[in-house]
Nanobody
Framework: QVQLVESGGGLVQAGGSLSLSCAAS????????VGWYRQAPGKQREWVAH???????LYADSVRGRFAISRDNAKNMVYLQMNSLNSEDTAVYYC??????????????WGQGTQVTVSS
């Protein structure tokens, strides 16, 4: 079994910054692509950013230039640095990871989410 636990959410004023973390634990042989998604009230979950193992990060247009995703493969951690936050960034942020538990196949796992609220 694999667990993803996000942390770092909270309340921030518009223009401020927050840093999210996601820790993966459990039976992990390898982690491929990891990413962040978010879901605002009344909206569908949307992709924010992802990064492959050693690969180039990719970002949604809405966050490019403001957010930065990174990972620490040795620690099974993924991070999201969020700068210049605005009210449209208010959402629950979820971590997602493609994990091989040793069987040679990758499955996607989700964290429980962390709330980010940007006040104007």
């Amino acid at each position: 079994q694999v667990q993803l636990v996000e942390s770092g959410g909270g309340l921030v004023q518009a223009g401020g910054s927050l840093s999210l973390s996601c820790a993966a634990s459990g039976t992990i042989a390898n982690i491929d692509t990891v990413g962040w998604y978010r879901q605002a009230p009344g909206k569908q979950r949307e992709w924010v950013a992802h990064i492959g193992r050693g690969g180039r990060p990719l970002y949604a247009d809405s966050v490019r230039g403001r957010f930065a995703i990174s990972r620490d493969n040795a620690k099974n951690m993924v991070y999201l640095q969020m700068n210049s936050l605005n009210s449209e960034d208010t959402a629950v942020y979820y971590c997602n990871a493609a994990v091989d538990t040793g069987a040679g196949s990758y499955y996607h796992y989700w964290g429980q989410g962390t709330q980010v609220t940007v006040s104007s």
